[in-house]
């Protein structure tokens, strides 16, 4: 079984740039999430869809983060203008439809110099 | 959502037992224990999960006491390459729940 697939691994970009990751999640999986990790944290949740509906944005940064998964299946994260504190790595996971173990991909690291 | 309180670092020696115990009193009757494991450079992999009493798999166990409000971790006999961070989750078992992360343990194994 195929995992979830990130691109790119690593992303260097100059702060106000913009910058867009792409997950393609595990095949049958309706559930996809994004999370931003920052060197020493744990990762923390950015959106979480339900197929090609958002579940929770809480703690997405609207004015700069944007995301979709239009066709509920790939999804892509997009950050516009970047700032330097959005140096982090961008994990995307996704779960079953049946059980909540959640599978995650290696991560899309972000510097912004 | 129950908040989870773990210990920020552990160091161990290789073929030690190593026990990570995660508070969470303020669990709901619906809500099960989930444990994750990261490597540097990787996401997070699932190990283990239960709701109550004790599971085991080939990777660890996970003991929870019967008020549930606590749970241990136990990595048997633990080599260099179980250096990682662990993180407990509390949460619904259905797909499509919230997956919160805490700021997990840092669990260190020496030669």
């Known amino acids: 079984e195929a995992g979830v697939a990130q691109s790119p691994r690593y992303k260097i970009i100059e702060k106000r740039q913009s910058v867009a990751f792409w997950c393609n999640p595990i095949s049958g999986h309706a559930t996809l999430y994004w999370y931003q990790q920052i060197l020493g944290q744990g990762p923390k949740l950015l959106i979480q869809f339900q197929n090609n509906g958002v579940v929770d944005d809480s703690q997405l940064p609207k004015d700069r983060f944007s995301a979709e998964r239009l066709k509920g299946v790939d999804s892509t994260l997009k950050i516009q203008p970047a700032k330097l504190e959005d140096s982090a790595v961008y994990l995307c996971?996704?779960?079953?439809?049946?059980?909540?173990?959640?599978?995650f991909g290696q991560g899309t690291r972000l510097t912004v110099v | 959502l129950a908040k989870t309180t773990q210990p920020i670092s552990m160091d161990s020696y290789e073929g030690q037992e190593v026990n990570i115990t995660c508070s969470h009193n303020?669990?709901?009757?619906?809500?099960?224990i989930t444990w994750y494991q990261q490597f540097p450079s990787q996401g997070p992999r699932f190990i283990i999960q239960g709701y109550k009493t004790k599971v085991t798999n080939e990777v660890a166990s996970l003991f929870i006491p019967a008020d549930r409000k606590s749970s241990t971790l136990s990595l048997p006999r633990v080599s260099l390459s179980d250096t990682a961070v662990y993180y407990c989750l509390v949460g619904g078992q259905a797909a499509g729940n919230k997956l919160t992360f805490g700021g997990g343990t840092r669990v260190l194994v020496k030669p």
């Open positions: 996971a996704s779960t079953s439809p049946v059980f909540s173990e959640a599978f």
């Open positions: 303020n669990i709901a009757t619906n809500d099960y």
